[in-house]
């Protein structure tokens, strides 16, 4: 048991760096059962094909992540709930999954995702994680009455674009070398919190 689980986990790790590296059509199987040190029967037998190889990357990472954001913002006591609040439940579990080591390399899988428009992969992501977003924009709503549907989305992605831009870390803000890696992260959150509550807000 330990020993399957090892090697699935291989592959999906090697995979992850592959496909952040060289893109989803650019990291051939062969290459990849190579780098893993497996064969090819052992991505078929853990995954089928290298679709959903490349789905379950994504699911090991989306899976606790959503989780971590469902959480907490079923933590919020409902309508009494601020929009910083439903900000932090939405933007803080995001930024720790990019400052976990591994998680940043996901980032930029993530990002090719987007860049390669792969429609089958956004398909899935919508139908497995669209929930979620549905119900923080449920919560937007709730909070920002004086936007119609279609400015609230408008903004909505503006944010998510600004988040995953700050998940990358490929900006001008860089962790100076007095600052540890927690306090880097807060002020992250701190300041991408306020920057989303004055552009979602802005009549």
């Not at 679709?51 to 971590?68: C, P, S």
């Not at 306090?183 to 802005?202: K, P, Y």
């Amino acid at each position: 048991m330990n020993s399957t689980s090892s090697t699935r986990d291989r592959i999906l790790g090697t995979a992850e760096k592959m496909f952040a590296q060289r893109g989803f059509d650019g990291a051939s199987l062969r290459q990849l059962t190579s780098a893993a040190g497996v064969n090819l029967a052992a991505v078929n037998y853990h995954f089928g094909s290298k679709e959903k190889l490349v789905e379950e990357v994504f699911r090991r990472r989306l899976d606790a992540l959503n989780a971590n954001r469902l959480a907490a913002l079923h933590k919020l006591a409902g309508g009494e709930a601020t929009l910083e609040q439903v900000l932090a439940a939405y933007i803080r579990p995001a930024l720790e999954l990019s400052h976990d080591g591994s998680g940043a390399l996901f980032m930029r899988v993530l990002a090719r995702a987007f860049a390669e428009h792969d429609d089958s992969l956004r398909r899935f992501l919508s139908e497995n994680y669209g929930h979620v977003m549905r119900q923080f924009t449920s919560e937007f709503a709730r909070l920002l009455p004086h936007l119609g549907k279609s400015e609230l989305y408008w903004r909505i992605d503006l944010v998510t674009g600004a988040l995953t831009h700050a998940m990358s870390g490929f900006g001008m803000i860089q962790r100076k070398g007095d600052v540890t890696e927690q306090e880097h992260l807060e002020q992250t959150v701190q300041h991408l919190i306020r920057f989303a509550a004055a552009g979602l807000s802005h009549p």
